[in-house]
């Protein structure tokens, strides 16, 4: 059996085709256009494994953008798409904190991947992807380049919460003559706080899953880490969680439907 | 008997001179030093008012820098302060609602002037004077044209309290031919949209006592006016209300002392 999972997020477009125990999976940004974003990814990707279309027993949608799209057979949250694909990747359920383009969760399931609570941001841009964003840009680095020039440096303190106000501290910084790499580590550590700010309710955690596209940032692991107070594992395709999760949820549907 | 009222904002140091009944004042840009702003412009008073420094009864100060200020006699905060000189500007108490370079308050005063209670933003960005200056960067229009710009023109959506988020709603309305002067009455409105937000909870109010810098900006004025339902009186000096409270604070110390 082959099934599809597309999520389109604000930033980036996800899409997994499951062929039955083989996943392949593609990333591109999302665009303007969410609904065109997820359809040219979707057949991409087909393309590049050789699948007919018509192999594909079914498709669910995912993410931001999931409602825009006019092929999928079903739509389903990016919540628990999210924890499905976490549980399927690790084995094992846990509290999963997903930190995208535009927004941050904290998702809670169960040892059998079942959401149990969830707390989500995507009304401030604090402790999201932007607030790297808009950091990388107040610092004339690239967001991919964040992680590695903050490794093992000193975090310096950024008072504000708030990005505007941190992008000040930031610039101000930066005259003062600081170490660029020791305030990447303090806006790292920023975002790690916010987010745990955020996820701590449903802690203390035994360990805490972290996916999503910030999740490649080894630094922001070892910061969210210390707050937590736990381990953090970042699942080997960690960005494509939600995809994964929603090609779970297709496949469970085309079970039902033989 | 001279008293005076030394107020250091965030954006601009407000100095007032309350010379028996007259008010003299001087508003300057706080710039790097709150405690030489505070000094600087209270000198440049003094000056242009040829008053010798000796015949100040009474130096009262307020605002954020207050606690840098080593020349006053004694430091109140900008909610007293402002509160005092509100009522004093309007001669009765009701719901003061501030809004300055980098925060936002809203303060509830009995008919005497006493704050019967308060609240506060200085964490978020979004309905705050640097709102105004993100936007205005965006639009390449200067703060002080905003009022004027959008008079009499029909706000757009926008949807994002988010100051980061609602940046990137105004870059793409613009992209889309959308007329300028509508954007700015859109982000007008958001910011007296997010300042109800955080004041209605004293309201219904039966008029609106509204200071601050973007108290001059008098579309805003008719926003609030529409979000409260009710009037919104602008006191003639409205910036310098904090001041002008310190300095009568300042007046009834020296009545003390005497
Ligand atoms: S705190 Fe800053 S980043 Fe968060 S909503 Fe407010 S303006 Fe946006």
Redesign the interface.
């Known amino acids: 059996m082959i099934t599809a999972g597309i999520d389109v997020g604000s930033v980036s477009t996800k899409v997994v085709l499951l062929m039955e125990d083989e996943i392949r999976y593609l990333v591109r940004p999302t665009g303007w256009s969410p609904r065109e974003a997820g359809l040219s990814t979707y057949q991409e990707l087909l393309e590049r494994e050789g699948c007919p279309e018509e192999e594909v027993n079914c498709k669910v949608g995912t993410g931001y953008g999931r409602i825009a799209l006019g092929f999928i057979d079903k739509a389903v949250t990016e919540i628990h798409c999210h924890a499905r694909g976490a549980h399927h990747l690790l084995g094992r359920g846990g509290l999963v904190i997903d930190i995208g383009g535009?927004d941050s969760k904290a998702i809670l399931m169960n040892h059998r991947g079942k959401v149990l609570d969830f707390a989500m941001n995507d009304?401030?841009?604090a402790g999201t992807g932007?607030?790297l964003q808009?950091m990388a840009a107040a610092l004339g680095v690239d967001v991919s380049e964040l992680g590695e020039l903050a490794s093992g440096r000193t975090p310096l303190d950024i008072n504000?919460?708030?990005?505007?106000?941190a992008e000040s501290e930031v610039i101000s910084l930066l005259a003062k003559g600081a170490d660029k790499r020791d305030i990447i580590a303090g806006i790292h550590r920023s975002v790690a706080r916010r987010v745990w700010g955020m996820a701590s309710r449903f802690g203390p955690a035994e360990q805490v899953i972290f996916t999503g596209g910030v999740a490649k940032n080894k630094d922001i692991k070892d910061q969210l880490s210390l707050e937590a107070g736990c381990t953090v594992v970042v699942p080997e395709i960690s960005q494509v969680a939600g995809a994964l999760g929603a090609a779970l949820y297709a496949r469970e549907l085309a079970g039902h439907k033989q």
């Open positions: 535009q009304k401030c841009a932007r607030f808009v504000s919460m708030c990005t505007v106000f």
